[in-house]
C-alpha cells in the first residue's frame, strides 16, 4: 500500500522548472571597476567640497619658490617642488596614520620619485652634496661629487615669532607653501610634508628634507608660530633667517595690532626669536660658530633682539656685528617706545624718547667667532687700554697703535694733544667694516681740533696696512737701527690691541712669545716711553700658576718685558669691559720715574684730565668712563693677580714678606707710653714700655699702619712754596722731615721722586738708638739686612756701597705691588726682651731709600749720636722758641 501524500510532493516537485544564471568574467570585471570608479569619485568630490575648497578659498598669493614669482596656489596642499639639478635619491616611503579625524584633517604631499640612475639599476646609496644633503654612505653618486668629510653633525635653527596674522596661522594651505618656499630658497630638497588642520584652531607640520627635517606648529588666537629647521649639511643655516622671517611673519591685521611701549600710533610688528645650535659629533670641525657667538649668543634663545648687522669673511679672520637686546638689561617695548615716533608733544616728553640712548640694542663685535668689544663695554674697555698709560707718560706726542682694526683705539688717542698716532692694522676689511656699521668706535665729529667724522681721516692720524711685527722688527730690530732705508721716529707710547694671549691659535704663540719682535718694540721706544698691551681673562683665585694653564703666554710675557730693558710693570683690571670676566692690561715702562705718574693722586689727575684732554662739541666729558677715581683702582693689582703670583714654584721671597709667625705676641698700643728721651743731652721725647715684652713679639701692629702719607708732588710743593714764595711752611717741613721717614716711588736707585710717611701714632716720637744701642727692629730691616751677608748695619760702619739693600727688586712683582701701603709701614719687633720702662730705640739708618742722600744721612746720625748736631726736630723747636 502506497501513501498518497507521499506521492503528491513527488508528483510537485518534478512539476516546478528549474532556472540557471550564467555571467562572463567580463562582465564581473566591469561591475568591480564601475563599484571603485564610484567610491572613489564620491571621495574625491568630498575632499574638493569639505576641505580643500575651503583652504583655497581664504588663501592669498605666495612666492613661488624660484625667483620670488608670485602665483596663485592651486586647490588642495601645493606638492614639493624638485630644482632643475637636483636629484632625489632612491627612497622608500613608510608611514603610519592614527585615526585623528575627531580632531583634526590630516594631509600629506610627496615629492615625485625620479630615476636618477637614468635607466640603470639603482646600486649606488645617496651622500651628501655641497648644498648640505646627506647621505648613508661616503660614496657619492656621479650627479653629487663632494670631496669634503661627511660628519655625523649638523646645524639646528629654531625660530619663535609671534604677533603674526591668525588667518595665515590657521591656512594649512598657505603655511605649506610657505614651507616649500623656504625650503626651496634655501637650495634644500623636501621629500614630502605632512600636516594636521587642529579643530577648532591651529596647524602643525613636518617635513621630511633629504638633509634632515623642518617642522612647525601654530596657535592663531596668540598669533604665535614656533619653527624647527635641521640639516646635516655644511651649508649655513643664519643666513637663512631673512628668509624665514619674510614668509612666516605676515603682521596682523590694522584692527587685530596694539600700541607698544605706551606711543601711540606705534603698533606692534612681528617680533621673530631665534637661536642656532652645532648638533652632533664634528670633531675639532665647527669654525666661528663654534666660539663665544655660536655658543653663548645665538645659541641662547633668549635674547629680545637678535639681529645680524655684518657678516664676512676677509683674507684674515671672519668677521661678525651683532644687535642684541637682553630682556633681564631692558625690555624690547622699552626699545621700541624710545625710537618709534610718537603722535603729539606730550608723549615726545616721556623719559623713554627723552632717552634713546638708554634703551639701544648692544652692538657686538666677533672676530672668528670671539668677542671683541660691545657698545655697553665700548668705552670702559678702550679707555681703560689707552689712558692709563697716556696720563702716566709726562707728555706723549707720538703715539703707535698695533691692531686696533675697530678704530676705538684710534680715537681715544685722538682726546690727546698727540702730534701723531700710526695705526698698523693687516686687516684692511676690518677697518671699512668699522667705518661704515661701528660708528660710535670710529667717529671723531664730537671732538674740537679734530676731523668731522671718521677717525681714520684725521690730519694726525696714518694708517698703515700690514703686518705690524714686520712693520717693527724691519725698523727697529737689533740688526736694522744703523741702516737708514729703516729709520723712523721713535714712539712715546706702544699700544698693543691685538689677539689675546690666551687665544689658541699659532700665531699667539709668534705674537707673544718672539724676543726678536719684543725687542724691536722696546728699541720703538723713547728713553722715556712705555708700552701698553691689553692680556686677556683675568685670573681668580682658584687659578692655578699661569705658568701651567692657558695664561703660560701672559706668564712668559711679563718675564720678556723684563728681559728687554723695561724697568717698571703695573697690571691692571677692567671688569665693565662687556665680556664674561674682567680683563688684564699691562702696562711696562722703559724709565722708572714714570712709576710717580702712575700712582698719582686723585687730585693731580683730575688737574691732568682737564689740562690734556680736547674738549666735545656737546659739552659732553671726552671721557665717559675713564677719571680719577677709576684710575685709583688701577695703580695696584687685584687679589687675582697676587694669589696666582704666588702659587709659583718656587715661591717667590716676596709673597712670606708680611707673613706672621703663629703664636707670635701682639703687643697693643696702650702698653706703652712718651716719655723725656734718654737719649743724649737733646734726645727731646722717646717712647717707652710699660710692660715686660719678650723677644720676637710685635709692638702695636695695627696702629702702625696708620700713618699720614705725604706724595712727592705734595713735597715738591711744599718746598717751593717755603723757599720760592712767601709762606712760611718751616713746621710742616720740620714735621715731615723730623718725623717721617723717605721712601722712592720707583724700582730702581735712578729714581729721585721721594715721598714720606708720618707715624700718626705716639710712635712717631720714637728716638734713634746710636751704636747698635737699637732694640727694635722692623720687617723691612730684616729684609734688606739678609742682603748683606749677616752684616748689622748702622751709621758707624755704613759705607756708600751698602745701598745695595735697596736694589731693585723683581721688574714684575703683583704681591709686593698690591702690598705698597704694607711695605712702606713699619711692623716692629722686639730685638730681644724688654723690660718694663725701658726706652724703644729704633735704627734710623733705614729711614731714607734715596740714593743721592743715603750715605749722607747716615753720617748726620752719626754726629747727632756723637753729640755734634741736634736732631732735626730739637733745631725746628730751637729755632721756634728764638
Not at 587685530?256 to 605706551?262: H, L
Not at 677715581?629 to 721671597?653: A, F, I, W
Not at 706703652?672 to 715684652?693: A, H, L, M, Q
Not at 702702625?704 to 702719607?709: D, I, Q, T
Amino acid at each position: 500500500m502506497v501513501d498518497s501524500s507521499t506521492s503528491d510532493e513527488k508528483s510537485n516537485e518534478a512539476k516546478t522548472p528549474s532556472y540557471t544564471i550564467q555571467l562572463t568574467s567580463q562582465f564581473v570585471t566591469l561591475s568591480v571597476l564601475l563599484s571603485f570608479i564610484v567610491a572613489f569619485s564620491v571621495g574625491w568630490i568630498s575632499r574638493l567640497v569639505l576641505i580643500d575648497t575651503p583652504e583655497a578659498a581664504i588663501a592669498t598669493p605666495v612666492s613661488a619658490v624660484a625667483d620670488n614669482v608670485l602665483v596663485e596656489p592651486k586647490l588642495g596642499l601645493p606638492t614639493p617642488i624638485l630644482f632643475e639639478g637636483k636629484s632625489v635619491p632612491p627612497i622608500i616611503y613608510t608611514a603610519k596614520h592614527f585615526d585623528t579625524s575627531a580632531a583634526s584633517s590630516t594631509t600629506s604631499q610627496f615629492i615625485e620619485k625620479q630615476d636618477v640612475t637614468t635607466g640603470k639599476e639603482d646600486t649606488e646609496e645617496s651622500s651628501c652634496s655641497s648644498s648640505g644633503q646627506c647621505s648613508r654612505s661616503s660614496s657619492p653618486t656621479p650627479s653629487n661629487e663632494d670631496d669634503s668629510e661627511h660628519l655625523p653633525a649638523g646645524q639646528h635653527l629654531f625660530i619663535d615669532i609671534a604677533n603674526v596674522n591668525s588667518e595665515f596661522l590657521n591656512s594649512e594651505v598657505r603655511l605649506a607653501q610657505a614651507m616649500i618656499d623656504v625650503v626651496g630658497l634655501s637650495k634644500l630638497t623636501l621629500l614630502s610634508y605632512h600636516c594636521h588642520s587642529l579643530i577648532p584652531v591651529g596647524v602643525s607640520c613636518v617635513g621630511v628634507l633629504l638633509e634632515s627635517h623642518v617642522s612647525f606648529h601654530t596657535w592663531p588666537v596668540e598669533g604665535v608660530i614656533t619653527l624647527d629647521l635641521f640639516t646635516c649639511g655644511s651649508g649655513e643655516l643664519v643666513p637663512i633667517l631673512p628668509i624665514i622671517e619674510k614668509l612666516f611673519a605676515i603682521p596682523k591685521d590694522p584692527k587685530e595690532r596694539k600700541a607698544v611701549g605706551g606711543v601711540a600710533g606705534a603698533m606692534e610688528d612681528p617680533v621673530v626669536q631665534w637661536s642656532h645650535n652645532l648638533r652632533g659629533f664634528r670633531g675639532n670641525e665647527g669654525g666661528y660658530l663654534s666660539a663665544e657667538l655660536g655658543t653663548s649668543f645665538i645659541g641662547w634663545n633668549g635674547f629680545s633682539l637678535k639681529e645680524k648687522v655684518v657678516s664676512t669673511t676677509t683674507k684674515f679672520q671672519h668677521i661678525d656685528v651683532y644687535n642684541f637686546i637682553n630682556p633681564r638689561v631692558i625690555s624690547y617695548e622699552s626699545y621700541l617706545g624710545s625710537h618709534l615716533h610718537p603722535s603729539n608733544t606730550t608723549e615726545r616728553e616721556s623719559y623713554l624718547s627723552r632717552n634713546p640712548d638708554l634703551f639701544r640694542p648692544n652692538r657686538i663685535v666677533f672676530l672668528d667667532g670671539v668677542v671683541q668689544s660691545t657698545l655697553h663695554g665700548l668705552e670702559a674697555y678702550h679707555e681703560a687700554l689707552v689712558h692709563p698709560a697716556m696720563f702716566a707718560h709726562p707728555n706723549p706726542k707720538r703715539v703707535a697703535i698695533i691692531g686696533g682694526g675697530e678704530a676705538a683705539t684710534l680715537k681715544e688717542v685722538l682726546k690727546h694733544d698727540v702730534d701723531m698716532v700710526k695705526m698698523i692694522e693687516i686687516d684692511e676689511e676690518m677697518v671699512q667694516v668699522s667705518k661704515e656699521s661701528l660708528p660710535e668706535w670710529s667717529d671723531c665729529t664730537d671732538l674740537q681740533w679734530r676731523v668731522d667724522g671718521w677717525c681714520g681721516d684725521d690730519e694726525n692720524a696714518e694708517i698703515v696696512y700690514g703686518d705690524a711685527m714686520s712693520w717693527f722688527i724691519d725698523r727697529f730690530g737689533d740688526n736694522k737701527l744703523d741702516k737708514d732705508e729703516f729709520k723712523e721716529e721713535r714712539f712715546d707710547v706702544l699700544i698693543m690691541d691685538a689677539l689675546d694671549p690666551q687665544d689658541n691659535v699659532p700665531f699667539a704663540d709668534v705674537l707673544y712669545n718672539n724676543q726678536e719682535f719684543l725687542t724691536s718694540l722696546y728699541n720703538a721706544l723713547n728713553d722715556d716711553g712705555m708700552i701698553v698691551l691689553q692680556l686677556g681673562m683675568a685670573p681668580t683665585l682658584r687659578d692655578p700658576p699661569e705658568s701651567f694653564s692657558r695664561d703660560s703666554r701672559r706668564d712668559m710675557l711679563a718675564n720678556s718685558l723684563a728681559e728687554v730693558g723695561f724697568k717698571s710693570l703695573h697690571m691692571y683690571e677692567e671688569g665693565a669691559c662687556g665680556f664674561e670676566d674682567p680683563w688684564t692690561f699691562l702696562v711696562a715702562m722703559k724709565d722708572s720715574t714714570h712709576t710717580a705718574n702712575w700712582l698719582r693722586s686723585v687730585a693731580e689727575l683730575d688737574y691732568q684730565i682737564y689740562a690734556r684732554t680736547f674738549l666735545t662739541h656737546s659739552g659732553t666729558p671726552a671721557l665717559k668712563f675713564f677719571d680719577s677715581s677709576t684710575m685709583k683702582r688701577y695703580q695696584l693689582p687685584t687679589k687675582g693677580h697676587e694669589v696666582v703670583y704666588c702659587r709659583k714654584d718656587p715661591v717667590p721671597n716676596s709673597c712670606n714678606a708680611f707673613n706672621i709667625k703663629t703664636g707670635t705676641l701682639d703687643y697693643p698700643i696702650s702698653n706703652f707710653e712718651v716719655k723725656e728721651s734718654t737719649v743724649g743731652n737733646d734726645g727731646g721725647r722717646g717712647v717707652f714700655t710699660k710692660v715686660d715684652i719678650k723677644e720676637g713679639s710685635m709692638l702695636a701692629m695695627a696702629d702702625n699702619l696708620k700713618y699720614v702719607h705725604i706724595p712727592s708732588s705734595t713735597v715738591q710743593v711744599l718746598e717751593n712754596m717755603h723757599y720760592n714764595a712767601p709762606f712760611d711752611v718751616g713746621r710742616v717741613l720740620d714735621y715731615v722731615y723730623g718725623y717721617g721717614w723717605s721712601a722712592v716711588t720707583g724700582r730702581s736707585k735712578e729714581t729721585l721722586m721721594e715721598h714720606y710717611l708720618v707715624d700718626s701714632g705716639i710712635f712717631t716720637f720714637m728716638n734713634h738708638g746710636c751704636d747698635e744701642s737699637y732694640n727694635i727692629v722692623s720687617r723691612a730691616c730684616e729684609l734688606s739686612l739678609g742682603k748683606l751677608g749677616g752684616l748689622n748695619l748702622t751709621e758707624t760702619n755704613s759705607r756708600p756701597e751698602h745701598y745695595n739693600i735697596w736694589q731693585p727688586r723683581e721688574i714684575f712683582d703683583p704681591y709686593l705691588d698690591r702690598h705698597l701701603p704694607h711695605k712702606n709701614a713699619w711692623q716692629l719687633y722686639a730685638r730681644r726682651d724688654l723690660v718694663a720702662g725701658e726706652e724703644i730705640l729704633d735704627n734710623y739708618v733705614f729711614h731714607t731709600e734715596n740714593e743721592d742722600v743715603w750715605y749722607d744721612y747716615t753720617q748726620y746720625l752719626q754726629r747727632i749720636c756723637a753729640g755734634e748736631e741736634a736732631g732735626e726736630v730739637t733745631k725746628s723747636e730751637i729755632k721756634r722758641k728764638s
